[in-house]
Antibody, heavy 120, light 107 residues
Framework: EVQLVESGGGLVQPGGSLRLSCAAS????????MTWVRQAPGKGLEWVAD????????YCVDSVKGRFSFSRDNAKKSLFLQMNSLRAEDTAVYYC?????????????WGQGTLVTVSS | DIQMTQSPSSLSASVGDRVTITCRAS??????LAWFQQKPGKAPKSLIY???SLQSGVPSKFSGSGSGTDFTLTISSLQPGDFATYYC?????????FGGGTKVEIK
């Protein structure tokens, strides 16, 4: 059974930092593109970042450039999102997900999401 | 950035109705379009990719069509489990972008 389990969310003050983790199991993690998607309370979906299967290429939305960093550890089957200089507008549920394998086979793997609240 | 515009933003329909949701891209995205379904408090679920290809395990009452800038998602016979919010997403170009969503409610 495929599982993606996010952790690390919580309440943080503006300007603070938080590190999210996503633990994968049940599929060949190292062969899949991994993606972060977020959803502010009561709002729609926003793509945040993609990271290539080998971690060599990363793409992210402009609003987080220079503040968020993305990494993966294929040996530990884990995905990470380091969030610095957090703003109120970063408040959202953050989902770890995968839609594509390295050979462009379609997937639909999602974590349960972890809530990040940026507030003083 | 490519803007994705969905319409309507919400609709009311009855069980058994045929429902069509449209999605328009601000520039040509060929067929690089996916549709997702999200129920309250749950992670989204992929329904369609490549504009018209059904995700594995998704019932055939869901169908997608279109190419270029105009796309549609059709639900042939609405069932209680289909009441949800639907999102389109383009994956032609970074940054990937979602439409604003269409909430399908019970009439």
């Amino acid at each position: 059974e495929v599982q993606l389990v996010e952790s690390g969310g919580g309440l943080v003050q503006p300007g603070g930092s938080l590190r999210l983790s996503c633990a994968a199991s049940g599929f060949t993690f190292s062969s899949y593109w991994m993606t972060w998607v977020r959803q502010a309370p009561g709002k729609g979906l926003e793509w945040v970042a993609d990271i290539k299967p080998d971690g060599s290429d990363k793409y992210c939305v402009d609003s987080v450039k220079g503040r968020f960093s993305f990494s993966r550890d294929n040996a530990k089957k884990s995905l990470f999102l380091q969030m610095n200089s957090l703003r109120a507008e970063d408040t959202a549920v953050y989902y770890c997900t995968s839609w594509w394998s390295s050979t462009w086979q379609r997937a639909d793997y999602w974590g349960q999401g972890t809530l990040v609240t940026v507030s003083s | 950035d490519i803007q994705m515009t969905q319409s309507p933003s919400s609709l009311s329909a009855s069980v058994g109705d045929r429902v069509t949701i449209t999605c328009r891209a601000s520039q040509d995205i060929s067929n690089s379009l996916a549709w997702f379904q999200q129920k309250p408090g749950k992670a989204p679920k992929s329904l369609i990719y490549a504009a018209s290809s059904l995700q594995s395990g998704v019932p055939s009452k869901f169908s997608g069509s279109g190419s270029g800038t105009d796309f549609t998602l059709t639900i042939s016979s609405l069932q209680p489990g289909d009441f949800a919010t639907y999102y389109c997403q383009q994956y032609k170009t970074y940054p990937l972008t979602f439409g604003g969503g269409t909430k399908v409610e019970i009439k």
